[in-house]
Structure formats: structure tokens, C-alpha cells
Nanobody, 115 residues
Framework: QVQLVESGGELVQAGGSLRLSCAASGSIFMFNAMGWYRQAPGKQRELVARITSGGNTNYADSVKGRFTISRDNAKNTVYLQMNSLIPDDTAVYYC?????????WGQGTQVTVSS
């Protein structure tokens, strides 16, 4: 059973930056794609960014130009670089790994952006 462990969330001021990490206990090549989702209080979980095994990426409109997803295959880790953070980015951020059969999720990491 592969586990995904997120880290890097913390309290930051608006305009600041954070880098989230998602470390897999096994090879990330098992995933067709890996993504970052977020869920704010009272809202549904939403896709923030996704990267395929081939390196193709896509982003939510709300984060385009501010967030960058990347992967380090040697470290079995996916990153989310978040710049120009705004209070609306406040949420629990979850890492997801997708295979043909199922999705794997991490436990989440809290990002809080103060105004």
C-alpha cells in the first residue's frame, strides 16, 4: 500500500510563498498523474494542479501564474510552489496519486494566508 505524506503547510502573510511537498512511500511511476487538491472550510475539495507521468501540467484558473507543480522522480516527491499567496488560498491541501484502478490520498497539510 503506497502512502502519500504532505508537508510544508504553515501560516504565511499575503504575498508570501510556500512550497508543499508530497512524498510517496513507493515509486511515483505507479501513478498516471499526481495532483494537489485543496479544501477550504465549508467548500468542496477542488483541484489546484496536476502533473502527469509524462510531465504535462494543468492548473485551476485561480492559481495560474502563481503556483507551479513539479516532480522529482528520483525522490518520489511532487512539489507545489505557491507564490503571491492570497487569503483565498487558505485551505487544507491534499496530495493525490491516480492509477488506473484507484486514487491515493495524503492526510493533508494546512495552509493559512493572513491578510
Amino acid at each position: 500500500q503506497v502512502q502519500l505524506v504532505e508537508s510544508g503547510g504553515e501560516l504565511v502573510q499575503a504575498g508570501g510563498s510556500l512550497r508543499l511537498s508530497c512524498a510517496a512511500s513507493g515509486s511515483i511511476f505507479m501513478f498516471n498523474a499526481m495532483g494537489w487538491y485543496r479544501q477550504a472550510p465549508g467548500k468542496q475539495r477542488e483541484l489546484v494542479a496536476r502533473i502527469t507521468s509524462g510531465g504535462n501540467t494543468n492548473y485551476a484558473d485561480s492559481v495560474k501564474g502563481r503556483f507551479t507543480i513539479s516532480r522529482d522522480n528520483a525522490k518520489n516527491t511532487v512539489y507545489l510552489q505557491m507564490n503571491s499567496l492570497i487569503p483565498d488560498d487558505t485551505a487544507v491541501y491534499y496530495c493525490q496519486g491516480r492509477t488506473y484502478f484507484t486514487d491515493y490520498w495524503g492526510q493533508g497539510t494546512q495552509v493559512t494566508v493572513s491578510s
